[in-house]
């Protein structure tokens, strides 16, 4: 059951001496990596060398109207090629309006908007050579919803054709913020579309306000909305993200076994057995 941990340039050191078994995967942001040299750009080689490497964009900005960079494509799709990534995924939003936003903003949920965002992910693949996730991610007001958040969700997936990086961690936090039922939720995703869940810490602002922050150990929710995921979907590559606020090392890796333990609970009987 493979469960990874986010690479942070902040967390190179521990990751490079890792022992056998602290994690599954790796995870980065390529836009922060791309033409890195020096001892960090060596440090990611030496890692993915060693370890599989998903990456999870941050700047594509998919439901943006700009016209996408070209060249940063062709970077992308180097870097990609280089690591040999498996996996590649953006997230279901955009950052950008004549100049980066440095945010994820929510896109209105509109028909428009998913023949307008489909058509970008169908060209970002083509560009890439290969099939992507798209994240659903956390929002705190929603511009304009002539339908709601998972219908939108499943329209974009179907018409791109792409998959779906679950997000456990934003589901709990928007279904508080938004005053909806978490499971009936996720109960109707398309669960052949899910190519790894990410599971992360959030801000408890308020009873009624959660900020995913990605700077705090995992709550009991989301874990419990893992185990949920897992039940519903099987168990599937999980991610642990942590960005800033980070612990010891040892309590990355010990949330990086709840992950673990999580998944293979879910595991068929003779995988649970064979790695007993």
């Not at 109207?65 to 690591?83: A, N, Q, S």
């Not at 990355?252 to 009987?269: I, Q, S």
Request: proline fraction near 7%; charged fraction near 25%.
């Amino acid at each position: 059951m493979a469960a990874g941990l986010g690479l942070r340039r902040a967390l190179m050191g521990p990751l490079q001496a890792a022992a056998p078994g602290d994690f599954d995967f790796l995870e980065c942001a390529p836009d922060n990596w791309i033409g890195v040299g020096g001892r960090f750009g060596e440090g990611l080689r030496e890692l993915s060398a060693k370890h599989p490497l998903v990456c999870h964009g941050l700047s594509l900005s998919l439901g943006a109207v700009e016209p996408f960079d070209e060249t940063y494509l062709l970077k992308l799709r180097r870097f990609l090629d280089e690591h040999r990534v498996p996996i590649y995924s953006e997230h279901l939003s955009y950052c950008s309006d004549d100049g980066q936003l440095y945010d994820l903003m929510p896109i209105p949920f509109t028909e428009e908007a998913v023949h307008h965002v489909a058509g970008r992910i169908r060209q970002v693949q083509d560009a890439l050579g290969r099939r992507i996730a798209v994240e659903n991610i956390s929002y705190y007001a929603a511009p304009y919803q002539a339908m709601p958040e998972i219908d939108f969700i499943n329209a974009v997936l179907a018409e791109a054709d792409c998959d779906l990086l679950l997000d456990v961690n934003n589901i709990f936090v928007n279904a508080v913020n938004h005053r909806y039922d978490a499971h009936d939720f996720m109960r109707r995703l398309p669960g052949a579309r899910i190519a790894y869940y990410h599971v992360a810490g959030h801000y408890d602002e308020a009873e009624d306000l959660k900020v995913d922050t990605h700077g705090a150990p995992v709550k009991p929710g989301v874990w419990e909305l893992l185990d949920t995921a897992c039940a519903m979907f099987g168990p599937r590559p999980a991610l642990l993200e942590r960005d800033f606020n980070f612990p010891p090392y040892a309590e990355l890796v010990a949330e990086v076994a709840t992950v673990r333990d999580t998944l293979r609970r879910h595991a068929p009987a003779e995988v649970r057995h064979a790695r007993a």
